[in-house]
């Protein structure tokens, strides 16, 4: 008896465990998330991983590093807005440290910055873990939030909702790198 809870207790504990950071997880389908190689992770999470994909490799996701500098960025959900962001959304700006800072969002083909944002650590929307938040109040526009976990060194994987009483359903994903 002892020796059957010892080996119901050790499958527990290895269930639980958190994937190593440091080797490639293939989730399927050709979603591949590699900290050996960004470019793999990053072409995985825009073509390759489903929304459920996603959902298991955020929740797999520490906040991470925050980002710092020009970051592009891509939506990687499959949403009424996909098709829409590529000529008006190419990715982010930051101003950061290592307790956060400030964002601006670049849009355009002119690379124009706006929509200014504040970057901070705070519990995700989606399962309470830290993610690092986006926080675009006291803007006019856009109404949303938006959270991000690095799921590979220097790719971050987010999510973004209307802010206020509309949380669900989420908006939109996207990649940064």
Not at 119 to 124: E, G, I, K, Q
Request: charged share 20%.
């Amino acid at each position: 008896m002892l020796g059957a809870l010892m080996m119901v207790s050790g499958v527990f504990r290895a269930a639980a465990a958190v994937a190593d950071p440091e080797v490639a997880a293939d989730h399927g389908n050709g979603c591949v998330i590699d900290p050996a190689t960004p470019a793999v992770t990053i072409d995985s999470l825009r073509w390759n991983c489903t929304d459920d994909q996603h959902v298991q490799i955020y929740h797999a996701a520490r906040a991470g590093a925050v980002p710092s500098g020009v970051k592009n960025g891509w939506v990687t959900s499959t949403t009424p807005i996909e098709p829409l962001t590529p000529p008006f959304w190419l990715g982010k700006t930051f101003d950061t440290g290592p307790d956060g800072g400030r964002l601006t969002n670049r849009v355009t083909g002119a690379d124009i910055e706006g929509w200014p944002a504040k970057v901070y650590l705070a519990p995700s929307r989606v399962d309470g873990e830290q993610s690092w938040v986006l926080d675009y109040t006291p803007a006019i526009t856009p109404q949303v939030y938006d959270e991000i976990r690095e799921v590979v060194p220097g790719v971050w994987l987010g999510y973004s909702w209307w802010r206020g009483d509309r949380q669900d359903p989420v908006l939109l994903s996207f990649v940064l790198a």
